[in-house]
Structures are given as C-alpha cells and as structure tokens.
C-alpha cells in the first residue's frame, strides 16, 4: 500500500504565503508525476499544479506566477508554494502520486487526506 502524508496549509490574509508539502510512501518502485488538485464544497475537484519526474510542470491557469510546484524525487516529495494567494484559493488541497509499486506493473494514482487552505479577505 501507498500512503501520502500531506502538511502545511492553514489560515492566511489575501496577498499572504503557504508552503505545501506532501510525502508518499510504503510500497513504492516508481513515481512517475505527482500534483496538488483542490476541492470546494458543492464543486469538483480541480487540478493545481503537477510535476513529473523529470520536472516537467503544468498549471490551472488562475495560479500561474503564483505557486510553484517543486519535487525531491529522493524523498518520493512534491511541495507546493503558494503566493500572493487570494479568497478563492480557498479549498481543500490533496496530494496525488501516479505510483508503481513493483517493476513491470503499471501506475496507479494515490491520494492523500487533504488539508485545509483558508485566506482571508
């Protein structure tokens, strides 16, 4: 089994910082993106920010220029960094790892618990 183990997030004013971070672990072989996807109650969940292994990032279009997302492959780790964050940043985040668990099988996505973002107007 696959466990993703988010921190960070929290209560912050409009134009404030929050630093995400999320750890996958258990029975892992390979990793091949992972990303941070957001939910609001009564709506779908939508996607952030992911990042390949290789590096190779792509963004929901509101928060381009403003977060950041980063991976430490060693650590099987994705952070998110979040800038100048605005009240509609305002959701649950949770982290997602498309995770192989032994050679020759295929990827699968796992999802962590989620963390609450609040900011502030």
């Known amino acids: 089994q696959v466990q993703l183990v988010e921190s960070g997030g929290g209560l912050v004013q409009a134009g404030g910082c929050l630093s995400l971070?999320?750890?996958?672990?258990?029975?892992?072989?390979?990793?091949?993106?992972m990303g941070w996807y957001r939910q609001v109650p009564g709506r779908l969940r939508e996607l952030v920010a992911t990042?390949?292994?290789?590096?190779?990032?792509d963004y929901k279009n509101s928060v381009k220029g403003r977060f950041t997302i980063s991976i430490d492959n060693a650590k099987n780790t994705v952070y998110l960094q979040m800038n100048d964050l605005r009240p509609d940043d305002t959701a649950v985040y949770y982290c997602?790892?498309?995770?192989?668990?032994?050679?020759?099988?295929?990827?699968?996505?796992?999802w962590g618990q989620g963390t609450q973002v609040t900011v502030s107007s």
């Open positions: 997602n790892a498309d995770v192989s668990p032994r050679r020759f099988m295929p990827h699968r996505p796992f």
């Open positions: 971070s999320c750890a996958a672990s258990g029975s892992i072989f390979s990793i091949n993106v």
């Open positions: 990042i390949t292994s290789g590096g190779s990032t």
